[in-house]
């Protein structure tokens, strides 16, 4: 089998991983709950994890926050920091894990505005300037689509919210642990990340990175292992927002998937993904009948291509990818709804071929051939 589908989830792991997650399994209790040896181990790593994701990201070690994946962390991030008659600024290239939080907010009081995309999922940034209120609170939006690939400027877009003192707030569920982010240097307030695509870590381990200064209120409370008689949460980062136990087992994984990356070297990697994103679109753009959505005019992107051929059904398309030749890729809407309406392809939907570490030149030509072969029946 092919696999093709790294933007919903990396398959191919580090081994180092496995043997982490199996390892925490059979060794580490419950961190911060007591101070036998158990105990002290998950503490450790823990610790070790949020060091290395607050050198990767450019923060605070005690402000980067665990969670389940960026659906939580961004429920976390909106929930926590927007109120009643606030005013946010989005984007029409925002995953679901930003429009139904939003959405949601909008019924309670919250008002929320859309740079719009064109036909290539680009969007215009004197747009979000214009689109400022004196009510609006916050900027949020992704790093990069997971349908289109396409890369926001987000050094510009944070230097726009940091000119007119808002929060920025990013989705970095496509680009984290492949492209460098900065949040002191690019004006993030407040990041987003999960840890099973490109970090390359398990299902399961995300996080939140809060900027200096940055107050968020706790999305959900409970035991913590401090503070016990408090009867709110503790107000001190990254308790705040920790309520429960931790997955420790995940995190371990975690810390295994960056030590990983940093051996091999981010920029290693984000080269190799380049190469075969730029392989694979040479390969089929010209293939009668197919159409590719995004900008290709720089390979300075996620490493994602998505495409129809002709009128077929997108579920169709993959699914003859899959049965016949063994490819796996993403069909369908991806949930990024107002995209697929910018594009034009929401009766349609595309299939989504993205790219990993782990896959290869060979993988790459077989699926330009399946691609060809299907357009020639």
């Not at 105990?39 to 607050?54: C, G, H, K, N, W």
């Not at 139904?100 to 215009?124: I, K, N, T, W």
């Not at 396409?150 to 970095?172: C, E, M, Q, S, T």
């Amino acid at each position: 089998m092919i696999y093709l589908d790294n933007a919903a989830t990396t398959l191919k792991k580090p081994e180092a991983v496995i043997s982490a997650v199996v390892e925490a399994m059979q060794t580490m209790g419950n961190s911060g709950r007591s101070g036998h040896d158990e105990s002290l181990a998950a503490s450790r790593i823990i610790y070790r994890t949020r060091e290395s994701l607050a050198s990767l990201f450019q923060c605070r070690s005690d402000h980067v926050v665990f969670t389940a994946n960026s659906t939580e962390a961004l429920n976390m991030a909106l929930s926590g920091t927007l109120d009643p008659g606030d005013h946010v600024i989005s984007t029409d290239c925002e995953h679901n894990s930003v429009l139904r939080p939003l959405y949601r907010l909008m019924e309670q009081g919250v008002s929320v505005s859309f740079v719009p995309a064109d036909r290539q999922g680009l969007v215009l940034y004197d747009d979000f300037e214009a689109l400022i209120t004196p009510r609006t609170k916050a900027i949020v939006c992704t790093h990069a689509s997971n349908l289109t690939g396409n890369k926001l400027d987000l050094p510009r877009i944070g230097a726009i919210a940091k000119a007119h003192g808002l929060l920025f707030i990013v989705d970095a569920s496509q680009t984290a642990g492949v492209f460098p982010i900065d949040m002191e240097c690019w004006g993030i307030d407040l990041l987003c990340f999960t840890g099973h695509k490109s970090l390359m870590g398990p299902q399961g381990t995300g996080g939140l990175c809060v900027g200096e200064g940055v107050e968020v209120r706790p999305w959900k409370v409970g035991g913590t292992g401090v503070q016990t008689y408090l009867t709110t949460q503790p107000p001190q980062y990254p308790t705040r927002l920790e309520a429960g136990t931790l997955n420790g087992h995940g995190i371990a994984g975690l810390y295994a998937a960056l030590s990983y990356i940093d051996s091999v070297s981010m920029d290693q990697i984000r080269a190799h993904e380049s190469l075969l994103t730029r392989r694979f679109y040479k390969g089929i753009k010209d293939i009668p009948g197919v159409t590719v959505y995004g900008d290709f005019s720089t390979f300075d992107r996620g490493p994602i291509v998505s495409l129809n051929l002709a009128d077929w059904d997108s579920s169709l398309l993959s699914d003859r990818l899959s049965c016949d030749y063994g490819i796996a890729t993403r069909p369908g809407a991806h949930c990024a709804p107002r995209l697929h309406r910018a594009l034009g392809t929401e009766e349609q939907g595309a299939v989504r071929f993205s790219f990993n570490w782990f896959n290869t030149a060979a993988e790459i030509d077989e699926a330009i051939r399946a691609l060809r072969e299907i357009a020639a029946t």
